[in-house]
């Protein structure tokens, strides 16, 4: 619950659609199957058995921690969303008739204990709004029916998603809050694109684990694709038919593209001059103060400024920190054009994955979401259109789940250690058929 609510609360901070970014890494996606959804944290036993490991530990226990304030905090970040949309249209709490939608601590339940919708109410109360709670499966003297709710209610907050609620329409006049994604479907645009036209494609950084299996898919489905990369030994070795690299069928496919003259190989930036999209597979690192270190792109930008021309697209690929891509368009020439479309795949498995995996595409301009749909066409994948930032963001999203993920279990395998206890056994008993375990 924990990772997922942080995300939430990074994306409203930043006008972005949680949801929306959310669908668009789950879509298809096997290794984010488990990715989580926002929403108040379920059941009344589990902020204060959390506490309790917290304290059988000694309170080292820093992701619980950590996890509770972003958890019990969700109610004030669902108020202060509600208090940027309102002064967006001039309005504040003061008299605004409020209604909860869902009491319950989680739905299917008629159990209100140590439910966050209360504190929802009584944040709410606080700002001075008039406030009304309804619940499809509790009956308390002051809740009000559903439809009286919906009736009076200027500003509707989900306060528990209750299966009955999933088709209501909610009027577009009616402010809508709902961290947990029932409301409204989440807007994605879906399609696989027709394969139309072939590309001439440089790949910068493209003798390394993103780029070349990239390069080589792209060279085997038809595009005529240009290795640029300044390691000259690495290039004279992958030209004469070594792959440098672990990958299942990568050396066979390297043998296939260089018979087939669609790819070659160059340390010069200034092949990318012919080419219709230049893929950049160098991301933002980070500096010593741990903050995202632009000059490495930058200084990347400056080389390739020169050799560019208008109609091309600077197709985005590694890692960014958002808000990058519009700040390399912004120092561009004009005419380029800038994509991110970031990539999502296994060491060692690329080539499968990038025939299998959906893949998320954005653009600066139609220019560009239209030569990263010819890019992609000839792979057959679904394509998932976003915006640059939403792009960028989704990204980080997905790495830092699956980091935090790693960082649980290690956490526990450290109080476990600690305590003298095997943390595998212990594990293999919480998981034994046990699905909210798996």
């Given at each position: 619950f924990g990772t997922a609510n942080q995300f939430y609360h990074i994306a409203v901070s930043k006008g972005l659609d949680f949801d929306k970014i959310r669908s668009a890494i789950i879509h298809r996606y096997q290794r984010a199957a488990d990715f989580p959804r926002s929403g108040f944290t379920a059941g009344p036993r589990l902020y204060q058995d959390m506490m309790q490991l917290s304290a059988y530990c000694r309170h080292t226990f820093s992701l619980g921690n950590a996890a509770m304030l972003v958890n019990e905090t969700m109610p004030d970040c669902l108020v202060e969303q509600a208090r940027q949309k309102l002064a967006e249209c001039g309005r504040n709490f003061k008299g605004l008739k409020c209604g909860i939608l869902g009491m319950a601590f989680k739905p299917g339940s008629d159990d209100c204990s140590?439910?966050?919708?209360?504190?929802?109410?009584?944040?709410?109360?606080?700002?001075g709004a008039e406030v009304s709670c309804s619940d499809a499966c509790v009956g308390e003297a002051d809740f009000v029916s559903q439809e009286k709710l919906l009736e009076a209610s200027?500003?509707?907050?989900i306060g528990c998603p209750?299966?009955?609620?999933?088709?209501?329409?909610f009027p577009n006049h009616q402010f809508l809050f709902d961290c947990w994604g029932l409301a409204r479907k989440p807007e994605i645009t879906v399609f696989k694109a027709q394969c139309e036209k072939f590309l001439r494609v440089a790949v910068v950084g493209g003798a390394g684990h993103v780029g070349l299996p990239l390069s080589l898919v792209l060279a085997d489905r038809g595009h005529t694709v240009v290795v640029v990369d300044k390691d000259a030994a690495k290039i004279e070795s992958i030209q004469g038919g070594k792959f440098p690299f672990l990958e299942d069928g990568g050396p066979e496919l390297l043998l296939r593209c260089l018979d087939s003259k669609?790819?070659?190989f160059t340390t010069s930036v200034a092949e990318v001059s012919s080419c219709d999209v230049i893929i950049v597979t160098?991301?933002?690192?980070?500096?010593?103060?741990?903050?995202?270190?632009f000059s490495v792109v930058q200084a990347c930008m400056e080389e390739l400024a020169p050799n560019l021309r208008k109609g091309q697209t600077l197709l985005l690929r590694?890692?960014?920190?958002?808000?990058?891509?519009?700040?390399?368009l912004a120092g561009l020439p004009p005419g380029i054009s800038v994509s991110f479309c970031p990539?999502?795949?296994?060491?060692?498995?690329?080539?499968?994955?990038?025939?299998d995996l959906p893949q998320i595409i954005s653009g600066s301009d139609?220019?560009?979401?239209?030569?990263?749909?010819?890019?992609?066409?000839?792979?057959?994948?679904?394509?998932?259109?976003?915006?640059?930032?939403?792009?960028?963001?989704?990204?980080?999203?997905?790495?830092?789940?699956?980091?935090?993920?790693?960082?649980?279990?290690?956490?526990?395998?450290?109080?476990?250690?600690?305590?003298?206890?095997?943390?595998?056994?212990?594990?293999?008993?919480?998981?034994?058929?046990?699905?909210?375990?798996?």
């Open positions: 140590h439910s966050l919708a209360f504190k929802l109410r009584e944040l709410l109360l606080r700002e200027e500003a509707v907050f209750h299966a009955e609620y999933k088709n209501i329409s669609q790819i070659s160098i991301g933002t690192p980070v500096n010593e103060h741990l903050n995202p270190c590694s890692t960014l920190f958002p808000g990058t891509s519009s700040r390399v990539e999502r795949i296994a060491q060692g498995k690329a080539l499968e994955e990038l025939t139609g220019e560009a979401l239209d030569h990263a749909k010819a890019l992609f066409a000839p792979l057959s994948v679904d394509l998932i259109e976003l915006n640059l930032q939403e792009a960028e963001v989704a990204k980080l999203f997905l790495n830092s789940w699956r980091y935090v993920a790693f960082g649980i279990a290690n956490q526990f395998y450290h109080i476990a250690t600690s305590k003298g206890l095997n943390f595998d056994r212990l594990r293999a008993a919480i998981v034994h058929r046990y699905p909210r375990a798996a």
